[in-house]
């Protein structure tokens, strides 16, 4: 059986766009369960937010979203349908797969700012297709445009780690070049830091526009939330390529 997707496109239903009829007594149907006889129904094609009930916000209250989750994983459990009909069954572990997919997504930050930009029609430049195709038709790994801040640190970076192999490969060690690269590490790490401090800020930006904003300036916040996490993910290769290197030297 094929796993069920949320899809983020135009086709997404949201909440109140459409009602429909229970399968089994024809009553209006709630998203997950009938409100009238209680039985599953089939999962229709929703984003993850609405999934939970949620508006298309990044400021989600992990609390209540855990005890949706826990609540929901209890009633749409395979194992209480058991003894149901073979379609309920299927649904049940559609919403159930569903409903796992949705929550690790929206429980983690970054994977909702992430998640919420894709609905938007945006992608980070390590996830873009075409970038993905390229990759795939020369047999490369896909790279990401170094951020224009970081181009002379990234170049020195680079350099010292070449030299940092060379002398691997003659059986030297130099403890100052180690320490120095150690320093540009959490030089990187604080810089990671920041950025996710940054981002955090147009969270809030783009929850009251969400209400009520221009197109115009979601738009700008969505572009820089865009930029923040590209720069983050360099910097996030960044600091595992040097953990990497000074941990191979030694």
């Known amino acids: 059986m094929a796993k069920p997707e949320l899809k983020s496109s135009s086709s ?8 429909t009829a229970c399968w089994s007594c024809g009553d209006m149907r709630a998203s997950h369960f009938c409100s009238a006889c209680g039985k599953v129904q089939p999962p229709v094609p929703v984003d993850y937010f609405s999934f939970f009930g949620f508006p298309r916000k990044l400021n989600v209250d992990t609390g209540l979203l855990e005890r949706e989750f826990y609540e929901l994983s209890r009633k749409l459990h395979p194992d209480l349908y058991a003894r149901a009909e073979s379609r309920e069954q299927e649904w049940s572990m559609e919403q159930s797969s569903l409903l796992n997919d949705a929550y690790r997504t929206l429980k983690d930050p970054i994977k909702r700012t992430e998640y919420l930009l894709r609905l938007e029609g945006v992608e980070l430049e390590e996830q873009s297709k075409a970038a993905t195709e390229k990759a795939r038709a020369t047999g490369e790994v896909k790279k990401q445009v170094v951020p224009p801040d970081l181009l002379e640190e990234v170049f020195e970076l680079n350099m010292q780690l070449e030299e940092l192999r060379m002398q691997k490969k003659a059986g030297e060690n130099d403890p100052m070049l180690i320490q120095e690269i150690g320093k540009q ?23 009251k526009l969400v209400d009520s904003g221009a197109e115009e300036d979601r738009r700008k916040v969505r572009d820089k939330m865009l930029d923040l996490l590209n720069r983050r993910n360099y910097v996030r290769n960044l600091v595992r390529d040097v953990t990497e290197a000074l941990e191979s030297s030694t």
């Not at 590490?185 to 929850?207: F, I, P, V």
């Open 12 to 19: 997404l239903i949201m909440p109140g766009d459409a009602t």
């Open 185 to 207: 590490k959490m030089s990187l790490e604080a810089k990671y830091e920041a950025l996710l401090n940054e981002l955090r800020g147009y969270w809030d930006q783009w929850d």
